[in-house]
């Protein structure tokens, strides 16, 4: 399921949901486009790594990086604020214009982000567990114009979501490990605003993007190593065509107990997505350490 979004506003609200052939007739629109085509490649860059950098301020966590010890029985709740410090490398294009290339490191994401949440839970209850995870994000930048001539300067907002909802079951439960079947959705959702200012474009706004939701299926473990650590991960497949063409997403790290109801983790974790829908493309690797904090209930 995907759902494109599409908005430019010269002095009136268009409907966000139009094809991008009428869009495209629209003379604002070819005065923006014109603008990424003409203006400079520079432009175009920075317009679209502020996209990049809302989508790399977190990830959504497939599964609680911590299992309940397994001996226990009856319901128990686990809450996970974590922080991914993730890079993102790809191709991602707006407005139907040729896919630019990425790189943006972790750094510009800090220096940009406005506000954000990353956080997880789950319950469990022996053989079966349910959970979700949601991470929204906003990012703003200033992109002065090279050319001055359409517009002297742009402010770029760019708001993401992800989140993901699983159910599992374990077909290993034991003292020293879990191995638990996953099967979920994952729900993206991005927006991005600008907003011209001097030139000929002076007071218009232009917005593109898109919510889809991919399904998603994989496996994750935990496995004691003595002395209160373990090891824990996931890998995730999804998108079949459905949204995305191809998604993935694994993980792998080292937790420690500090008590029955508490715990540590670090590791490293990569996804990566492909999405194309009307103009919009998304197909991006995000990759970099995760770090943790579990509590349970």
């Given amino acids: 399921m995907a759902t494109p979004e599409r908005n430019l506003d010269a002095g009136a609200v268009l409907p966000r949901h139009r094809t991008r ?13 014109a603008g990424f085509v003409e203006g400079s490649n520079a432009m175009r860059r920075l317009m679209i790594a502020a996209m990049a950098i809302a989508a790399g ?7 609680d990086p911590v299992a309940p010890p397994a001996e226990e029985s009856g319901w128990t709740i686990t809450a996970a604020p974590y922080l991914w410090a993730s890079s993102l490398n790809g191709d991602t294009g707006l407005f139907g214009i040729p896919p630019q290339e990425v790189d943006v490191g972790f750094g510009d994401i800090v220096k940009h982000l406005d506000m954000g949440f990353m956080g997880a839970a789950a319950a469990r209850n022996g053989h079966f567990s349910f959970g979700g995870d949601i991470v929204y994000a906003r990012v703003s930048a200033d992109i002065d ?8 300067s742009i402010d770029a907002t760019v ?8 159910v599992g079951y374990s077909i290993l439960y034991d003292d020293a490990a879990t191995v638990d079947l996953v099967a979920g959705a994952r729900l993206w959702a991005m927006d991005n605003e ?6 000929a474009l002076n007071g218009t706004t232009a917005s593109d993007g898109g919510t889809w939701v991919d399904p998603v299926v994989g496996m994750k473990f935990q496995a004691d190593i003595g002395s209160d650590f373990y090891l824990a991960g996931w890998g995730l497949i999804g998108g079949f065509g459905v949204a995305s063409d191809l998604m993935w997403d694994v993980m792998g790290g080292v937790g420690y107990r500090i008590s029955d109801s508490s ?9 990566d997505v492909d999405y194309r829908n009307d103009g919009f493309v998304f197909d991006m690797t995000q990759h970099g350490p995760i770090i943790g904090g579990v509590i349970r209930f």
């Avoid at 052939?21 to 486009?33: I, N, Q």
């Avoid at 301020?57 to 599964?63: D, I, R, V």
């Avoid at 708001?159 to 699983?166: D, H, K, P, V, W």
């Avoid at 600008?194 to 030139?199: C, I, L, V, Y």
Wanted: charged share 10%.
């Fill in 21 to 33: 052939a009428a869009l495209f007739r629209a003379p604002v629109v070819d005065m923006v486009l």
């Fill in 57 to 63: 301020s977190g990830g959504a966590l497939a599964a």
């Fill in 145 to 152: 114009s090279p050319v001055g001539l359409l517009a002297t």
């Fill in 159 to 166: 708001r993401s979501f992800m989140g993901t909802a699983y």
């Fill in 194 to 199: 600008f907003d011209f200012n001097g030139g």
């Fill in 263 to 271: 715990s540590l983790f670090a590791g490293y974790r990569a996804v």
